[in-house]
Nanobody, 116 residues
Framework: QVQLVESGGGLVQPGGSLRLSCAASGFTFSMYAMNWYRQAPGKERELVAGISSTGVITNTADSVKGRFIISRDNAKDTVYLQMHSLKPEDTAVYYC?????????WGQGTQVTVSS
């Protein structure tokens, strides 16, 4: 069955870094665009970063531009989100998303908490 399993979340101090990973299985990973979303308490889920199936095209939200980098390894069926200069407002549950036209899959999420 389709699985997206996020890992790498945790508690980090402001200014720190984390790298999230999302391991995919059960579908042809290299055909799918991959995205990272996040949802903070009381807020709507928002798109943080996306990457095309080949990894050539990436985009990031203005709120994280210059601090977060999305990448993928199609040989490992894994997408990453490298996060630097973390701020308290980055605190949220981060979700991995796979998309191919109308096919959409979600992971279960990983908590990132930025606090001193």
């Amino acid at each position: 069955q389709v699985q997206l399993v996020e890992s790498g979340g945790g508690l980090v101090q402001p200014g720190g870094s984390l790298r999230l990973s999302c391991a995919a299985s059960g579908f042809t990973f290299s055909m799918y665009a991959m995205n990272w979303y996040r949802q903070a308490p009381g807020k709507e889920r928002e798109l943080v970063a996306g990457i095309s199936s080949t990894g050539v095209i990436t985009n990031t939200a203005d709120s994280v531009k210059g601090r977060f980098i999305i990448s993928r390894d199609n040989a490992k069926d894994t997408v990453y989100l490298q996060m630097h200069s973390l701020k308290p407002e980055d605190t949220a549950v981060y979700y991995c998303n796979a998309r191919l036209v109308r096919l959409v899959y979600w992971g279960q999420g990983t908590q990132v908490t930025v606090s001193s």
